[in-house]
């Protein structure tokens, strides 16, 4: 494994750098006006992208993009730094066209759409046009496993009928999301992995309703995490994504990529984090001494900086791991990041927000907004429980491949 990065990533990183900082940054202030204002998209969102599509920042994100395509392909490896950068600010990825769930909806349809289905829906995600929300996650029940759902999608001759609830579905508020992926049972009766299908479901079909748009830990998001019920409704058959009884495999095929996509940019934000509690400290006096001579404030530094720098290499592992034999083979490491990641995003935000006192709570820093998020990653794409009960599956079932292979390291006396 050789994480440098090339001649060809170092160029796109100075330039994502530049961009965010002449063009994102100082438009924080702007932004959370206009939004608290009511006002979203905001009124400068479609210019950045116009601008940043022109400068060749655009569909970082997808390693598989085919020519014609707008975009510059990149390994998850190489995009990786990318993301990190753009991590820094919430809202950056969405002025690169690399913001989710738009991502890993665009995975699917590069992977799995007709050409119809591409030239209807993936083509202007490609351009940044229209947004899209995938739904998947249930309110009554357990859906962090797929198996749960209930949703049901019924055949109807030349259609398939839609009924059920869904929930925290990112994107639904967005005045330009145009379609839902929406994962439900076609089959009740088949194996359990064999159930689900996931059809295409243009916004405004009759029967969709947006119930509300829900907050997260008291926090309204602009492009919503929104509860939808759907209510006969009904799109045609050629509408189904891939094939009857494949979407869990297909939701495992596009978990992975947005897994480690949250990731890349949560080392970023707590990069930012751990700099905004540096200078804090350095600037700062308490007590007759600077924060950072207070033993508490430095060793919550340099825990930072070693756990955002473990974190980072693991995350640039599994990049590595992912390009080189899939998600499913990598399924494990990308489970490991997604437990520990949002952990170490969390801890930093925290560490900072104490080191800025009153001032962390406020909209002065953007630490209570990346806070808020970091804790709401670890039920993102499965909560931490699933991941770690996930990990021990694997681990344990290694071990017992190798069942009495530590033998010789006991010290136990022989028997009579």
């Known amino acids: 494994m050789n994480f440098a990065n090339s001649p060809k990533v170092e160029d796109l990183l100075r330039r994502v750098r530049s961009f965010m900082d002449e063009h994102i940054v100082p438009r924080q202030r702007q932004w959370l006006e206009e939004v608290h204002a009511g006002q979203y998209p905001v009124s400068f969102m479609e210019d950045l992208k116009a601008r940043a599509k022109a400068e060749g920042l655009w569909n970082l994100f997808l390693p598989h993009l ?9 390994t998850n490896l190489e995009y990786a730094p990318l993301a990190e950068v753009m991590g820094r600010v919430s809202w950056a990825s969405e002025v690169f066209n690399c913001n989710a769930p738009d991502t890993g909806n665009m995975e699917l349809l590069h992977m799995f759409a007709t050409p119809a289905q591409r030239e209807a829906w993936l083509e202007p995600l490609l351009e940044g046009t229209i947004r899209s929300a995938f739904a998947m996650t249930e309110p009554d029940v357990s859906s962090s496993d797929a ?7 019924r055949r109807d001759g030349d259609d398939y009928v839609i009924n059920g ?26 194996e359990s992995h064999r159930q689900q299908s996931m059809v295409l479901v243009p916004a405004g079909t009759p029967g969709v309703t947006i119930v509300r748009n829900i907050t997260v830990m008291n926090h309204v998001s602009p492009e919503g995490h929104c509860e939808i019920t759907f209510k006969n409704v009904r799109v045609p058959a050629a509408n189904l994504l891939g094939e009857e009884g494949s979407g869990f495999a297909l939701a495992q095929a596009r978990l992975g990529p947005g897994r480690i996509h949250h990731c890349m940019r949560s080392i970023g934000a707590a990069e930012l984090a751990l700099e905004l509690m540096v200078e804090r400290a350095v600037e700062r006096k308490s007590f007759g001494k600077f924060l950072h001579q207070h033993g508490t404030v430095g060793e919550w530094i ?20 992912l390009d080189e034999v899939g998600a499913k083979a990598a399924r494990k490491e990308i489970s490991m990041i997604k437990a520990l990641v949002p952990q170490v995003y969390s801890t930093v935000c925290d560490r900072a927000m104490q080191v800025f006192g009153a001032m962390g709570l406020s909209p002065d820093t953007p630490l209570a907004d990346h806070w808020t998020w970091a804790r709401a990653l670890r039920y993102a794409d499965g909560p931490d429980e699933v991941h770690l009960q996930a990990i021990a599956r694997m681990e344990i079932a290694h071990g017992k491949e190798r069942l009495g ?12």
Not at 66 to 74: Q, Y
Not at 171 to 185: D, E, Q, R, T
Not at 405 to 416: E, M, Q
Request: proline share 7%; charged share 25%.
């Open 66 to 74: 085919k020519d014609g395509e707008p975009g510059t392909r990149l």
């Open 165 to 190: 609830r869904k929930w925290f579905i990112t994107n639904a508020a967005h005045p330009n999301c145009k379609l839902f992926i929406v994962m439900g049972k076609t089959d009740p009766d088949a």
């Open 405 to 416: 292979s530590t033998a010789a390291y006991l010290n136990i006396p022989p028997r009579d």
């Open 147 to 153: 198996t749960n759902i209930t949703t049901s999608i």
């Open 302 to 321: 340099a825990k930072s900086r070693i756990e955002i720098d473990q974190a980072r290499l693991f995350v640039l592992k599994a990049a590595w791991l």
